[in-house]
């Protein structure tokens, strides 16, 4: 029904661009995009946004930069603007998957699910499937595995997210245009290198062209069929990608634009894993990494107008942040996420030498101190660092990405508080989610709607213009 009423409702809007502009109907159709693209920021709310605003313009500040030439992040520079909700079938708080999900087939399913219906075992038409029937190309681009919960939505049908290995084979087995991200994931979600070398395998004997070195990935042109793109993507703050997220769109751009037009979805995962750990300093560099990806679109975009629509938005958000606003514009706040030099995660081998080598709290804080970049600890923060370092312990989400020990946690928050970021959740939370866009169509996606009604509204875009 819902479809059906979409499609009406553009019906409409072709009769109205025919009689009010004048245009032949060949004119009017472009105004449905060609070149479709979909950003999704993993765990990223309008807060996370603002966070990563006000540490962008302070550190460009910092470095010397006149105030008029301070920029800001490309996705708040989309004119269309709303907000959409992400809950799951089963839940009120979705998983990535359940939004994934929606985000590709326009249907909720459970929280753990990759677009089946549990109750009636319905496998839902994915997004790749879709895109590919109505003749356009199809690039999956992710700083997460490409079996790991959101980008396998785009293409995949698993009853548990957790079945990598399986999903693994479904990409091989798949025709998708441009892959690009780290290795598989093997059982557990662990760096199985036998299940990755099988995917690989596999992959190659489906006509996959695999690139794993930068030296390669500069070399591919276009006329390459099915193209998968591998290198390791750790969180930008503990090092620098060999081909990092920007890059991988300009090159998917490159190498499959043409006459048939795409689909593209993007995502940034790990500003999600930043949130779980509650490490803003992780978090902000990110959401920058995201942000530079969208600034490719939109030279894309540029270029082409009419025919390039690009939406920015989230599955759900993590974290359940929120912001001290004088904090948060305090000069020289990006100081303190930078004096982080590396990530929350990072922090444990640190950790583990403290506990091997049975150092006393007192050894300890300097050490602490300087990784985390704070000399100085009030009264209270003291006692409750002794406090945490002597007992010990884990703190833990349903979804953990890296260290869990609660006095990381102490030390990553306490950074972030000082920066204007609290951090009030380990997990996810049903607040809803930012969306941003910008080119033909981009009207339909201002104002409040769903992640599953973002699906269906692409959907109906392709649909019209492939009649």
């Known amino acids: 029904m819902r479809g059906t009423v979409l499609t009406q409702r553009l019906g409409l809007l072709v009769i109205f661009c025919l009689v009010t502009l004048g245009t032949t109907g060949a004119r009017c159709a472009e105004t449905l995009p060609k070149y479709i693209f979909l950003f999704i920021g993993d765990g990223m709310a309008e807060t996370h946004v603002r966070a990563t605003e006000c540490y962008f313009k302070d550190a460009q500040v910092q470095r010397g930069l006149a105030a008029e030439k301070v920029a800001g992040l490309t ?21 990535s998957a359940a939004s994934a999900t929606a985000f590709s087939s326009g249907y909720k399913t459970d929280n753990g699910v990759l677009n089946i219906d549990l109750e009636t075992e319905r496998k839902f038409d994915v997004m790749a499937q879709f895109v590919k029937r ?32 399986e999903i693994a084979m479904q990409l091989a087995a798949s025709a998708l245009d441009y892959v690009g991200g780290p290795p598989v994931l ?53 090092g620098k990608h ?9 090159k998917a751009i490159e190498l499959l634009a043409g006459p048939e037009g795409f689909f593209m979805m993007v995502e940034g995962a790990a500003i999600d894993w930043a949130s779980h750990s509650n490490d803003g300093a992780a978090m902000v560099q990110e959401l920058l990494e995201f942000d530079r990806a969208i ?54 081998d640190m950790f583990e030498t403290f506990e091997k080598e049975k150092i006393s709290f007192d050894e300890a804080l ?24 002597k007992k010990g ?15 990381s946690l102490f030390w990553s928050r306490l950074v972030s508080a000082r920066a204007g970021l609290i951090w009030g959740s380990l997990n996810h939370t049903a607040d809803p989610v930012p969306v941003y ?31």
């Open 75 to 95: 996705m708040l520079t989309l004119p269309m603007r709303g907000r959409a909700t992400t809950f799951a079938k089963d839940n009120v708080v979705t998983d």
């Open 134 to 165: 109505h003749g356009m190309k199809v690039g999956i681009i992710s700083s997460a595995a490409p079996n790991h919960a959101t980008p396998a939505g785009f293409y995949a049908h698993a009853k548990s997210r957790n079945m990598y290995p």
């Open 186 to 238: 093997g059982a557990e979600g662990t760096d199985d290198k036998a299940t990755d070398a099988k995917a690989r395998e596999a992959a190659l004997q489906n006509g996959y062209t695999v690139v794993e070195d930068r030296k390669s990935f500069d070399a591919l042109k276009p006329g390459v069929q099915r193209i998968w793109v591998r290198s390791a993507m750790p969180l930008a703050i503990d």
């Open 242 to 250: 060999e081909i990092p997220l920007a890059d991988h769109v300009s």
């Open 295 to 348: 600034a490719r679109a939109i030279e894309f975009y540029r270029a082409r107008p009419d025919e390039v629509l690009i939406v920015v938005t989230a599955d759900h958000e993590c974290g359940g942040l929120s912001l001290i606003e004088g904090r948060l514009t305090a000069p020289g706040m990006s100081k303190i996420l930078d004096g982080q030099k590396k990530s929350r995660n990072a922090s444990v």
């Open 366 to 389: 300097p050490q602490m101190k300087a990784f985390f970049g704070i000399q100085y600890l009030s009264d209270e923060e003291l006692a409750e660092c002794r406090k945490i370092f």
């Open 393 to 407: 312990g884990g703190a833990q989400g349903q979804y953990a990405y890296g260290d869990e020990r609660r006095i």
């Open 437 to 467: 866009a910008v080119g033909a169509q981009a009207a339909r996606f201002a104002g409040n709607s769903d992640n599953a009604l973002i699906g269906r509204y692409i959907r109906d875009l392709i649909s019209e213009r492939k009649k």
